[in-house]
């Protein structure tokens, strides 16, 4: 896929898993690396680094993809605060998830998946994803999360 599109959509691409379970929600997504101490408010998940592209979104049920962390080691325990909180990221998608995002991600069950066979810029802020990080999988458009299994399924229309 060296021309920068994506091809896959409900098909899924492929991503390496870093924790386990499903998420879906709109994607949030920043070119820049993201840190999560000093950068989201841990009750309300309002992105408040000043000068961030992120600065006044709010990562509460978003499918949140950025290339990296950064920063302090404290950023995992703002990500499970985050989820302790209720207002956690449906999921992660990363190019690289080092320790930090991926200790986080850990301690707040939060679904999370690196390397995707895409580059990270072909999705769009609004679109709906499930990130299925038990298979490694991304679906993209217009799917859910469904029956016991929680397996993605693609949505009924009406």
Do not use: W
């Not at 408040?48 to 920063?71: D, M, Q, S, W, Y």
């Amino acid at each position: 896929m060296g021309n920068g599109q994506r091809t896959a959509d409900r098909e899924g691409i492929d991503a390496r898993s870093i924790t386990n379970g499903r998420g879906a929600g709109e994607v949030l997504r920043s070119s820049e690396p993201v840190s999560f101490y000093g950068a989201v408010d841990i009750d309300t998940g309002e992105f408040i680094e000043e000068g961030h592209e992120l600065e006044g979104e709010n990562v509460a049920g978003k499918v949140l993809i950025f290339p990296r962390g950064k920063g302090s080691t404290v950023g995992s325990y703002v990500l499970y605060g985050l989820a302790s909180n209720g207002v956690a990221p449906a999921a992660i998608v990363n190019e690289e998830t080092e320790t930090i995002v991926a200790t986080g991600a850990i301690l707040g069950e939060i679904p999370c998946v690196d390397g995707p066979d895409v580059p990270l810029s072909t999705f769009e802020d609004g679109e709906r994803v499930v990130v299925d990080a038990d298979a490694g999988r991304i679906l993209v458009g217009e799917v859910t999360v469904s029956d016991s299994s929680g397996a993605p399924e693609p949505a009924e229309d009406g």
